[in-house]
């Protein structure tokens, strides 16, 4: 069984952060934030320049790159206050893109700023009581989950979404991998509309599902949550990793805090001296 300590923990979930919000740099956001947002600027009086500026969102794209070095120094964390700094350091960034007009529309950054709420509250208590803790950060960690979920359950109580013309859209223009590809060249349009209206139905069944979840017993939790997060890659293919990346990563982290039997090592009690 492996056993994470209070510092490989913070890791493990930083791991997932740094991973899920670059994964589409070379695809895609490398040259949108580098150059794209600078010839196609947004201007929308109502929002602060904070929120508009090209500027501010590439600054903010690249800065959680500054986190990088705590994962590949054994001792980077040696002080409480280097954990605290580096959580707010993905906070910031992801509350500052989840708003930005040229970002707010990718789900990436929604759920990295909750994800990184929970990272900066576990660097705030990483040295409390061991009970705490754990106890503690299972139970916010399922609760940031299940809200996301509910978040997305809501928005698609629509017509829209139930009938399926929602998805059907985004489909139209976006899913470009199989079996979408195998359905738009072998169905007619009204057979494809009828399998989007039938996904689409089991799309928002599952987030409300995932959204029951926080009332789930442990072993079904851990079993069940991350199969049915992970099929969400049915719909989008890869680059969703972006978004539901952290999740797993969190449930992983999670997971494994509650098997454990010693929190720490003594070394990990040297290292976390504030």
Sequence with gaps: MLY??????FKVVLLGLLLSWFIKGPVFYFEYVNETIFVEKVH????PDVFVSPYICCFFYYLPLVTL?????????SHRSVSIVTALIFTLSSFVLMQHQSTYNDATFVVSFW?????FWYALNIQADESFLKKHARRLGKVIISVIFLGGFIGKCTSEWWSGTALFGIYENFFNHWPFTWLKSEFSREAQQYTLGVLSKVLICVELIITSSILWKDKFYYRVAPCLIFGITFFRGWQILSVIGPLLFLIATIYFLSKERR???SSDNENLAS
């Design 263 to 265: 929190f720490e090592s």
């Design 115 to 119: 994800v990184a709420s929970w990272l």
């Design 69 to 77: 070095p705590i994962l590949l120094l054994r001792n980077s964390l």
């Design 44 to 47: 929308i009086d109502f929002f």
């Design 4 to 9: 994470l300590s209070r510092i490989n923990a």
